[in-house]
């Protein structure tokens, strides 16, 4: 492909694919299924029995989705930013600015492998939901958006928390003070009727809210927002978060101390 460099492009998402998923497959694959399998299991299956209908769908139905989204931003998130920064670390990034890439592709390739990733862990729960009879799709082109571009999203965000890191303690902060609690926060174990007028304000404040919803209406057909701010939002982030990247490469920010 003209202006491309194929070769070199494929060869990058190659390694980073095979470091970071073949090398410590129990690490990156296993362990977030057993994960996701005990929400599913305590969560959506044992409590779900207890729980009457929420809008319409059994209690596993609604949980699943974000159980699914949740674990689909956490592993891009931290394949990209573990990734840029250990090659930081062991100064394998000069080599990715020696070779003849651009700073797109070179963004292209931490981002794709972390993709790569994420949707495998994504048709690994999809698999144990079958198991529970909690997949369901009523829009599948909705659903690849949002699983791709919440993916896409949180790459290149744990590659900006990547290139802030000065140590491997300080990779977790975001996902330990942000990612996780408002994930938990953003409606994904309950519907945001059940919350006071003054929570349910804030929830809409909630970005993960809109992640949570538009996968739960992609997959179920119930929805608690509006769905096309939330697509609009998830291209605004894209888009933002690409050109912020593809600066801090320009200038070599974190990358060439």
């Known amino acids: ?7 070199g492009l494929y060869t990058m998402v190659r ?10 497959a129990v690490q990156a694959i296993v362990s977030p299924l057993i994960s996701a399998f005990l929400f599913i299991f ?39 930013s573990h990734a840029l920064y250990f090659s930081r670390f062991v100064k394998t990034i000069e080599e990715i600015f020696v070779a003849p890439l651009s700073y797109g592709e070179m963004i292209i390739g931490f981002t ?16 144990i939901g079958l198991l529970f009879g909690a997949v369901t799709f009523v829009w599948l082109p909705l659903f690849l958006f949002y699983a791709l571009g919440i993916s896409v ?11 802030w890191s000065k140590g491997f303690e300080q990779l977790n902060v975001l996902n330990t003070f942000i990612i996780m609690p408002l994930s938990f926060l953003g409606g994904m ?12 304000i804030i929830t809409l404040w909630n970005p993960f809210f809109y992640f949570i919803d538009g996968m739960r209406y992609s997959m179920t057909g119930v929805s608690e927002s509006n ?31």
């Open 1 to 7: 492909m003209k202006g491309i460099n194929v070769i």
């Open 15 to 24: 390694r980073e694919v095979e470091r970071s998923i073949l090398r410590v």
């Open 42 to 80: 305590i969560f959506g299956f044992i409590l779900g029995k207890r729980i009457e209908l929420i809008a319409g769908i059994s209690y596993m139905q609604f949980v699943f989705p974000g159980i699914l989204m949740m674990n689909i931003l956490t592993a891009s998130f931290i394949a990209s």
């Open 112 to 127: 794709g492998s972390a993709v790569i990733r994420s949707l495998i862990i994504a048709l690994g729960i999809l698999s």
């Open 153 to 163: 999203v949180f790459s290149l965000l744990g590659i900006i928390v990547g290139l």
């Open 189 to 200: 174990f309950y519907s945001i009727e059940f919350l006071p007028e003054s929570m349910r």
């Open 227 to 257: 769905l096309l701010f939330g697509a609009v939002f998830i291209i605004f982030l894209i888009t933002g978060l690409a050109t912020l990247v593809w600066y801090l490469f320009k200038i070599g920010w974190r990358l060439r101390d």
